[in-house]
C-alpha cells in the first residue's frame, strides 16, 4: 500500500517536474511547482515525518508559492516564445543524453557513498513536540542562525524597494 | 473490513448533511438578512421559502455553462474545481462527537483523526486561495483579475494573525490534535465557568474570528468580489454550476472555520453546564419553540398561512420529545447531546458571519491591509507572547 503510494506520488513529482521546465507560460510553471511541493509533502508523509509535510504544504505551496502565483499575476506576464528553434534530431539525441548523463552520476554517488541502511515507510517516529524539542535544544544554534539570516534577507528587500527620497 | 464500512457509512453521513446544510446555509443567510432589513425574504418556493435552495440548485445546474471565448480553457475549468474541492476536504479532520459505542461497534463521530489536523486544516486553507487566484486570472478580464489579486493578497495578510491565533490555544493545550484540544477544554472551573480556551484567550478568539472574515472573503473584507467596482470580481465571467462552485466553497470555508473556532475556543461538543443541567437545556429549547410556534400558529388574529406554523411546532416538539426520550439509552444521548452542543455553537458563530454581513458596510482596500498589518498582527503577537510567558512559568 506504502509502496504504492510511493510509485503514484514520485510519478507525480517527476511529472510536475518535467512539465515545470517544459511549460511556456509562467503561470503554468508555477503551479507545477505546487504539484511537486504537494506530492513531496505526500512522501514525507509516507516516512512518517508528519510536521515537515504540513509544514511543507502551508510555508511553500501556500504562502511561497501564493506569493510567486501573485508576482506573476500582477506582471502580467505571458507565455514565452522559445529563442531558438533545435532540430528534432537534436532534441531527442539531447533527451536520451540526459537521462544517461544522470544516470552516471547517481551511479558514481552511490558507488562513492558508504553503505547505508535504506529509508523504512514510516521510519521517523518523531511526533511535533518532539521536532520543537530539538529545534530548541540540540540545534539552537543554527535555528537562530538561519532566523537572523531571513530577517537580514527581509531588511534588504525593504531598503532596495524603498522609494528614493 | 469493519473499518471500510463505518468510514463509507460515516463519509455518506457527513457530506449529505454538509451538502445540505451548505444549500440552507444561503436560505438562511437571505432571511436574516430579509429580517434585519425588515423585508421577508424568500417566500414563494414552499412555505416561507424552504424549498428555495432546491429550486436554486436545479436553476444553476440546467443552465448553459458558458465558457467565454477569451479565458484560458484549462485554469478556467479547473479553478473551481480546485476551489471547491479543497474547501470541502477540511471537514474530514473536525470531530463532532466523542467515542461511542452501538453495540460492537466502537467509532468516533468524526471521519478520521490526524495527530496534526490543526495544520492540516490551515495547510488546507493556505492553498485553497489557488482557486479564486486562477479562477480571477484565467478569466482574462481586468475585474476578475484584481478580484484575485485582491484575494491573494488579503489571504497572506490574514494567514498571519490567524496562525498566531490559532497558536495560542495549542501552547495552552500542547497538542495538535482537536480531539485532544477538546478534552483538555472539559470540566469546569469552580464548578460552574466551563473550561474553555475563550476565556484565557478571550483575545485571540477575536483575532481569530476578524481574520476568518478575511479568510473566508466574506463583509467587511469582500474586497475580492466588490460589486460596485469589479462587477462581480473574480467570478465575473462564471456561470452555471461553475459559478455555485464558489459560492458552494465560500459557504463549506465558513462552516469549516466556525468549526475550526468551536474546537479551539468554545469547547467542541462539551456543554456549558455541568451534566444533570445541560441535559435539560435541548428539551427546553425545542419545547420552549415548538409553544411559541404553536401558540402564534393557531392564533385567531393570523388570517393566511395556518398550516406552517403548526407543523414547524409538532417538528419540534417531536425533537424535544426525542431529547426527553434519549435520556434513557445512554448511547442515544451521548450522541445527540454532543450534536447538539456542537452544531449549536457552530450555527451561532455563523449567525455573527451573517448579522456581521447584515450590519457592517465594506472596508477601504488600504484599510484592509493596514488594518491587518499595524494593528491585527502585533495584537495576536502580544497575545501569543503573553501564553507562552504564562504557560513557561506555570509549567514545570
Given at each position: 500500500m506504502t509502496a504504492l503510494l510511493f510509485l503514484i506520488f514520485a510519478a507525480i513529482a517527476i511529472f510536475c517536474g518535467i512539465s515545470l521546465v517544459v511549460q511556456t507560460h509562467p503561470v503554468a510553471s508555477a503551479l507545477s511547482l505546487i504539484g511537486v511541493m504537494g506530492s513531496l509533502a505526500v512522501l514525507y508523509l509516507l516516512l512518517g515525518g508528519e510536521f515537515i509535510a504540513a509544514a511543507q504544504v502551508i510555508v511553500y505551496a501556500g504562502a511561497i508559492m501564493v506569493l510567486f502565483v501573485f508576482v506573476i499575476m500582477l506582471l502580467n506576464a505571458g507565455a514565452e516564445t522559445p529563442t531558438f528553434q533545435a532540430s528534432s534530431f537534436v532534441k531527442y539525441l539531447g533527451i536520451f543524453l540526459l537521462v544517461a548523463f544522470l544516470g552516471l552520476i547517481s551511479f558514481i554517488i552511490q558507488a562513492a557513498l558508504p553503505k547505508t541502511e535504506g529509508v523504512v515507510f514510516g521510519g521517523f517516529q518523531g511526533t511535533t513536540a518532539d521536532v520543537g524539542r530539538k529545534l530548541f535544544t540540540s540545534y539552537l544554534l543554527p535555528f537562530e542562525v538561519v532566523s537572523v539570516l531571513i530577517l537580514i534577507a527581509l531588511v534588504g528587500a525593504i531598503v532596495l524597494a524603498r522609494k528614493e527620497v | 473490513m469493519n473499518f471500510f464500512i463505518i468510514s463509507l457509512i460515516k463519509v455518506a453521513l457527513v457530506a449529505f448533511v454538509l451538502l445540505t446544510t451548505l444549500a440552507y446555509l444561503q436560505w438562511i443567510e437571505r432571511k436574516v438578512i430579509a429580517h434585519v432589513q425588515l423585508r421577508v425574504g424568500p417566500y414563494r418556493v414552499g412555505p416561507h421559502g424552504l424549498l428555495q435552495p432546491l429550486a436554486d440548485v436545479v436553476k444553476l445546474i440546467t443552465k448553459e455553462g458558458l465558457v467565454p471565448s477569451h479565458v484560458n480553457k484549462v485554469f478556467y475549468l479547473m479553478a473551481p474545481f480546485v476551489a471547491v474541492a479543497l474547501a470541502l476536504t477540511s471537514i474530514a479532520v473536525i470531530p463532532f462527537g466523542p467515542e461511542i459505542k452501538i453495540g460492537p461497534v466502537d467509532t468516533w463521530m468524526q471521519l478520521t483523526d490526524l495527530r496534526i489536523g490543526i495544520l492540516f486544516v490551515i495547510a488546507i486553507s493556505s492553498i485553497g486561495v489557488y482557486g479564486v487566484a486562477l479562477g480571477g486570472w484565467a478569466s482574462n478580464n481586468k475585474y476578475s483579475l484584481l478580484g484575485g489579486l485582491r484575494s491573494s493578497a488579503q489571504m497572506i495578510s490574514y494567514e498571519l494573525p490567524l496562525a498566531l491565533a490559532v497558536a495560542a490555544p495549542l501552547l495552552l493545550a500542547n497538542t495538535l490534535s482537536f480531539r485532544e484540544m477538546v478534552n483538555y477544554q472539559s470540566g469546569y472551573w469552580l464548578g460552574f465557568i466551563p473550561r474553555w480556551n475563550l476565556f484565557p484567550e478571550i483575545i485571540g478568539f477575536i483575532v481569530f474570528m476578524i481574520a476568518s472574515f478575511a479568510e473566508t472573503n466574506r463583509v467587511p473584507f469582500d474586497l475580492p468580489e466588490a460589486e460596485n467596482e469589479?462587477?462581480?470580481?473574480?467570478?465575473?465571467e462564471y456561470s452555471s454550476m461553475n459559478f455555485a462552485a464558489f459560492f458552494m466553497a465560500e459557504y463549506a470555508n465558513m462552516v469549516t472555520v466556525t468549526a475550526v473556532a468551536t474546537l479551539l475556543f468554545l469547547g467542541g461538543w462539551q456543554p456549558p453546564f455541568p451534566a444533570p443541567y445541560s441535559d435539560a437545556v435541548p428539551i427546553l429549547v425545542f419545547a420552549l419553540s415548538g409553544l411559541i410556534a404553536l401558540y402564534h400558529g393557531l392564533n385567531p388574529a393570523r388570517r393566511m398561512d395556518k398550516f406552517t406554523l403548526p407543523a414547524t411546532a409538532l417538528v419540534f416538539l417531536g425533537i424535544a420529545a426525542i431529547f426527553g426520550l434519549s435520556l434513557f439509552v445512554p448511547v442515544l444521548n451521548t450522541i445527540l447531546m454532543a450534536l447538539f452542543w456542537f452544531c449549536g455553537k457552530v450555527l451561532v458563530l455563523l449567525f455573527v458571519f451573517i448579522w456581521v454581513r447584515a450590519t457592517l458596510p465594506r472596508f477601504r482596500y488600504d484599510q484592509l491591509m493596514r488594518f491587518a498589518w499595524i494593528f491585527l498582527f502585533p495584537l495576536a503577537m502580544i497575545n501569543l507572547l503573553a501564553t507562552s510567558l504564562i504557560v513557561a512559568l506555570t509549567t514545570k
Amino acid at each position: 500500500m506504502t509502496a504504492l503510494l510511493f510509485l503514484i506520488f514520485a510519478a507525480i513529482a517527476i511529472f510536475c517536474g518535467i512539465s515545470l521546465v517544459v511549460q511556456t507560460h509562467p503561470v503554468a510553471s508555477a503551479l507545477s511547482l505546487i504539484g511537486v511541493m504537494g506530492s513531496l509533502a505526500v512522501l514525507y508523509l509516507l516516512l512518517g515525518g508528519e510536521f515537515i509535510a504540513a509544514a511543507q504544504v502551508i510555508v511553500y505551496a501556500g504562502a511561497i508559492m501564493v506569493l510567486f502565483v501573485f508576482v506573476i499575476m500582477l506582471l502580467n506576464a505571458g507565455a514565452e516564445t522559445p529563442t531558438f528553434q533545435a532540430s528534432s534530431f537534436v532534441k531527442y539525441l539531447g533527451i536520451f543524453l540526459l537521462v544517461a548523463f544522470l544516470g552516471l552520476i547517481s551511479f558514481i554517488i552511490q558507488a562513492a557513498l558508504p553503505k547505508t541502511e535504506g529509508v523504512v515507510f514510516g521510519g521517523f517516529q518523531g511526533t511535533t513536540a518532539d521536532v520543537g524539542r530539538k529545534l530548541f535544544t540540540s540545534y539552537l544554534l543554527p535555528f537562530e542562525v538561519v532566523s537572523v539570516l531571513i530577517l537580514i534577507a527581509l531588511v534588504g528587500a525593504i531598503v532596495l524597494a524603498r522609494k528614493e527620497v | 473490513m469493519n473499518f471500510f464500512i463505518i468510514s463509507l457509512i460515516k463519509v455518506a453521513l457527513v457530506a449529505f448533511v454538509l451538502l445540505t446544510t451548505l444549500a440552507y446555509l444561503q436560505w438562511i443567510e437571505r432571511k436574516v438578512i430579509a429580517h434585519v432589513q425588515l423585508r421577508v425574504g424568500p417566500y414563494r418556493v414552499g412555505p416561507h421559502g424552504l424549498l428555495q435552495p432546491l429550486a436554486d440548485v436545479v436553476k444553476l445546474i440546467t443552465k448553459e455553462g458558458l465558457v467565454p471565448s477569451h479565458v484560458n480553457k484549462v485554469f478556467y475549468l479547473m479553478a473551481p474545481f480546485v476551489a471547491v474541492a479543497l474547501a470541502l476536504t477540511s471537514i474530514a479532520v473536525i470531530p463532532f462527537g466523542p467515542e461511542i459505542k452501538i453495540g460492537p461497534v466502537d467509532t468516533w463521530m468524526q471521519l478520521t483523526d490526524l495527530r496534526i489536523g490543526i495544520l492540516f486544516v490551515i495547510a488546507i486553507s493556505s492553498i485553497g486561495v489557488y482557486g479564486v487566484a486562477l479562477g480571477g486570472w484565467a478569466s482574462n478580464n481586468k475585474y476578475s483579475l484584481l478580484g484575485g489579486l485582491r484575494s491573494s493578497a488579503q489571504m497572506i495578510s490574514y494567514e498571519l494573525p490567524l496562525a498566531l491565533a490559532v497558536a495560542a490555544p495549542l501552547l495552552l493545550a500542547n497538542t495538535l490534535s482537536f480531539r485532544e484540544m477538546v478534552n483538555y477544554q472539559s470540566g469546569y472551573w469552580l464548578g460552574f465557568i466551563p473550561r474553555w480556551n475563550l476565556f484565557p484567550e478571550i483575545i485571540g478568539f477575536i483575532v481569530f474570528m476578524i481574520a476568518s472574515f478575511a479568510e473566508t472573503n466574506r463583509v467587511p473584507f469582500d474586497l475580492p468580489e466588490a460589486e460596485n467596482e469589479l462587477v462581480a470580481g473574480f467570478h465575473t465571467e462564471y456561470s452555471s454550476m461553475n459559478f455555485a462552485a464558489f459560492f458552494m466553497a465560500e459557504y463549506a470555508n465558513m462552516v469549516t472555520v466556525t468549526a475550526v473556532a468551536t474546537l479551539l475556543f468554545l469547547g467542541g461538543w462539551q456543554p456549558p453546564f455541568p451534566a444533570p443541567y445541560s441535559d435539560a437545556v435541548p428539551i427546553l429549547v425545542f419545547a420552549l419553540s415548538g409553544l411559541i410556534a404553536l401558540y402564534h400558529g393557531l392564533n385567531p388574529a393570523r388570517r393566511m398561512d395556518k398550516f406552517t406554523l403548526p407543523a414547524t411546532a409538532l417538528v419540534f416538539l417531536g425533537i424535544a420529545a426525542i431529547f426527553g426520550l434519549s435520556l434513557f439509552v445512554p448511547v442515544l444521548n451521548t450522541i445527540l447531546m454532543a450534536l447538539f452542543w456542537f452544531c449549536g455553537k457552530v450555527l451561532v458563530l455563523l449567525f455573527v458571519f451573517i448579522w456581521v454581513r447584515a450590519t457592517l458596510p465594506r472596508f477601504r482596500y488600504d484599510q484592509l491591509m493596514r488594518f491587518a498589518w499595524i494593528f491585527l498582527f502585533p495584537l495576536a503577537m502580544i497575545n501569543l507572547l503573553a501564553t507562552s510567558l504564562i504557560v513557561a512559568l506555570t509549567t514545570k
